[in-house]
């Protein structure tokens, strides 16, 4: 059973930085794309960011491009999100999962963990 356990969350203001780990056991991600999610408290899940499975591509949400960077670490069986810049707005909720693309939306494809928060002031 594939379990994966965000962590790496906290309060920061405007303008501050942040690095999400998220943790996969039961299965190895090596042969998986995987991204990152987020929702916010009234809003439904979105997409933020995702990685191919090689490493090699990386896919992001407009709203996060230029700030956000995604990382897979095989060996450690960890994924990775690098946030700098961060805004009010990015406060969520931020989980990870195994990805497939169809045309420009996104979609988890394990179960999800239980996340992350991260809560921006202004």
């Known amino acids: 059973q594939v379990q994966l356990v965000e962590s790496g969350g906290g309060l920061v203001r405007a303008g501050g930085s942040l690095r999400l780990s998220c943790a996969a056991s039961g299965r190895s991600i090596s042969s998986y794309a995987m991204g990152w999610f987020r929702q916010a408290p009234g809003k439904e899940r979105e997409f933020v960011a995702a990685?191919?499975?090689?490493?090699?591509?990386?896919y992001y949400a407009d709203s996060v491009k230029g700030r956000f960077t995604i990382a897979k670490d095989n060996a450690k069986n960890t994924v990775y999100l690098q946030m700098i810049s961060l805004k009010p707005e990015d406060t969520a909720v931020y989980y990870c999962?195994?990805?497939?693309?169809?045309?420009?939306?996104?979609?988890?494809?394990w179960g999800w963990g239980q996340g992350t928060q991260v809560t921006v002031s202004s």
């Open positions: 990685i191919a499975w090689s490493g090699g591509d990386t």
């Open positions: 999962n195994a990805v497939e693309g169809l045309g420009s939306t996104w979609y988890g494809t």
